[in-house]
């Protein structure tokens, strides 16, 4: 694979393609927008391994820690996997002419895309990266488009551009904001990735209308935060320092809750800010592993320890936040409802606030 064509036929073969953005594949060139050198990728030393990744379906990371060197080596910027892109695209449903908002430039590629379909002038994105900023505008210059690129907080919108008929977010977003509400449309659609930090893997799907949005929760996404909602970026030996917790147990499996999205879902509207990682026993411990809950706070944690076979659970918990205790109360608020599916959920965006609901906006879950 080695142009935009194999890159389309690729995603054609696979499904993925939506006919409506099939020219715009053909047309941008992805490899004009990532870097010949990546901490994986050396186009030089390797240039074959360099094409297949750019002409296909693969994700492909820029950086880590923000360009920071010294980090615990999180991703921090990519170019996301095409499809996941496009579906992005096909949800926002965008139209040629339409003015639409591009909340992450990134490496510029979805900008280019947005402006082969829409025109240059159409489109607006922004990037707070400044290095990221730099580099993605001019990339978009060599490879022929001129869209309305910003270096700033992307989640204040850019009013004098505004109103827009689509808002598209390139990162997970916590919470919409009032602003990029503001801006949109009568008529309008907002699609971003978004959720919590025990789950954030769904696209927000919001129309708008009369300065409120009501949408629902779809796909399975996998994008980085919004830098200015991100909150921890921490290790597990950077919030627990041997402390000494309260001690408890539990009849609450952790492995039902790690393989269990729905539940997740609902336990991230509950427990905001609590991050979960199941560490596995390894060899030496094949039968056991440790569910921990880490907060944004970095002074919170509280783990489970799961063995095999057993149906009660250690627990353990730390901190201002009582994590455990919120956790096994949103466990049993989900079977109350009868452990509803995520597609169930809703969300309601008014300038005043945001709030999630099930099966209709008159019933709230969060307030």
Request: glycine share 10%; proline share 6%; hydrophobic share 35%.
């Amino acid at each position: 694979m080695t142009n935009p064509q194999h890159l389309a036929d690729a995603l054609e073969g696979e499904g993925v393609l939506p006919p409506q953005w099939a020219k715009a594949v053909r047309a941008v060139d992805r490899g004009l927008f990532i870097p010949d050198r990546t901490r994986e990728l050396d186009r030089h030393s390797a240039p074959q391994a360099w094409l297949d990744a750019v002409y296909s379906d693969t994700p492909v990371v820029i950086q880590w820690d923000d360009g920071r060197p010294g980090g615990h080596g999180f991703p921090t910027s990519s170019s996301s996997k095409p499809s996941v892109m496009l579906e992005t695209l096909a949800l926002a449903d965008v139209r040629p002419g339409d003015r639409v908002y591009e909340l992450g430039t990134g490496t510029g590629y979805n900008a280019a895309l947005l402006s082969e379909q829409c025109g240059d002038e159409q489109v607006t994105t922004a990037e707070q990266d400044e290095g990221l900023y730099l580099r993605a505008r001019r990339h978009l210059r060599l490879a022929g488009y001129r869209p309305h690129a910003f270096h700033g907080d992307g989640l204040l919108g850019r009013p004098q551009r505004a109103p827009f008929d689509k808002v598209i977010g390139t990162c997970t977003l916590r919470t919409l904001g009032r602003h990029l509400l503001a801006q949109t449309a009568d008529g309008g659609r907002i699609v971003t990735p978004y959720g919590e930090s025990f789950h954030s893997y769904s696209f927000l799907v919001l129309d708008v209308a009369d300065g409120e949005g009501l949408g629902r929760f779809t796909g399975n996404p996998a994008f980085m935060w919004a830098r200015q909602q991100r909150g921890r970026m921490a290790a597990i030996a950077d919030v627990y320092h041997r402390e000494q917790g309260d001690t408890g147990t539990t009849r609450i499996n952790p492995y039902d809750l790690a393989r269990d999205a729905d539940a997740e879902f609902y336990l991230s509207r509950k427990v905001p800010g609590a991050w979960p990682q199941l560490v596995h026993g390894g060899e030496e411990a094949p039968a056991e592993a440790t569910y921990w809950l880490l907060a944004d706070d970095e002074k919170s944690w509280a783990t489970v320890e799961y063995v095999d076979g057993r149906d009660e659970f250690e627990t353990e918990q730390y901190g201002p936040r009582r994590l455990w205790d919120e956790v096994a109360s949103a466990v049993r608020e989900f079977d109350q409802y009868g452990r509803p599916a995520r597609e169930r959920f809703g969300l309601t965006a008014t300038p005043e606030g945001e709030f999630v609901w099930l099966d209709e906006p008159a019933n709230r879950i969060t307030s």
